[in-house]
């Protein structure tokens, strides 16, 4: 896959076309943008097997090999630029790459999109250096990528002084504390952490500062957590500092400005979970809709019950207003114009979608939902992350009411 337009440029043309790949009503993407979601679509039909799932799933082990012929099509890295190993698209792009993933498979698709997590940071904010020595390895599966935000005092709200600190000791940073449900630091090359640098100033988040931490490093240590509820093959991990030791040249972006760093990123990686909630309400409903059709109950196709059928229509109305949501969030961020509102709107309304439509898929598949039969259980285990990590539903809410009393 390659970038026939350099970078990011005219992504949406018309509202309320209909485009081939079978969606209902949307933007009208550009004919580059829908052979991607149909070169994902065709991936993920042959790689998301049965048999590569229910692998993967049981045993909770990373699956490297689809993983990489993914990079190697250049789905993983496809908003990186060209210099860096990717394929220089932009946001919008990697969204639907990620609903494309999501809506194949809950699990699978999670699993992919997230296992490069944090890696815009050290493109919007990392020296050349650090952008040539970590990036690529990203893009060509080498690596994955971690980033260290939450601690075990509380992950909703960053501001407050974290428990990890950074001292200054010579040319050396000394980082001590603890970082929690931290995604894939087990099979990364670094976390980026988010630390305390000074213990002084007020507010606290003036004081914060972002480092790349090697995971070689003496001191780091890393724990997988167990017994997980869904993505079992995304890992999850618990990583602790005890007096690890960085260069001053491990420090990300600015001193003491690690705080608004993490909030551009969070701005442009919340709509990439905004897309995970479009493809796993997707999904559900691809589910429901193809069992409705199928089930005969008293002579009559379940879809002729008028209960199922508004419940279909009900669903397929969420999830385009989800997709919407979500593709105006990322357009507007490749158009230069980021909006923290509509992030979050997408976010936590995308995210409230996937819950209440897999919901409702459940309940159209009747007792046979609760079976692993069929992988619309897995959907259900699946859909409630979604509005947790990366801010809850309640953080995102704050925010947009923020933005709407500023305006
Ligand atoms: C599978 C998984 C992967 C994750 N991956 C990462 C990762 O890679 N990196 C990372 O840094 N973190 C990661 N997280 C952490 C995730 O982002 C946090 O769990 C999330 O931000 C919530 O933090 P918490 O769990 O500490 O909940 P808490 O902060 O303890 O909040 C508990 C509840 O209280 C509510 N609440 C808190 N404060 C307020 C308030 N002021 N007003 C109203 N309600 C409030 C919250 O909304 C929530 O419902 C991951 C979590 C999971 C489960």
Redesign the pocket.
Known sequence: MSNSRGGNSDNLKTLGARDRTGDSVEFQLTEEQIAIKEAVREFCEKEFTEDIIKRYCEAEEFPWDVYRKACKLGFVGIHYPEEYGGQGYGVLENALVTEEMCRADPELGITMV?AD??VELILHFGTEEQKERYVPRVARGESLS?????????????SKRLGTVARKEGDEWVINGS???????NLSDYVIT?CQTDLEVEPPYRGQTLFIVPTSSQGLDVVKLPG?LG?GP?Q?CEVSYSNVKVPDDAVLGELNRGFYHTLRFLNESRVEIAAQGVGVAQGALDRALRYAKERELFGKPLFQLQAVAHKLAWMATKVEAARLLTYKAAWLIDQGQPDPMISSMAKWYAARVAVEVVDEAAQIFGGYFYFEDYDIQRFYRVAK?IE????????QK?TVARFLTRR
């Open positions: 997230l997590f944090g971690a980033a260290a935000f939450t601690e075990p005092s509380g992950g909703s709200d960053i970082k929690m449900f931290i995604t894939n630091a988010l997980k993505i995304s999850t992350i947790i990590y990366e801010g809850t539903k309640e953080v704050d």
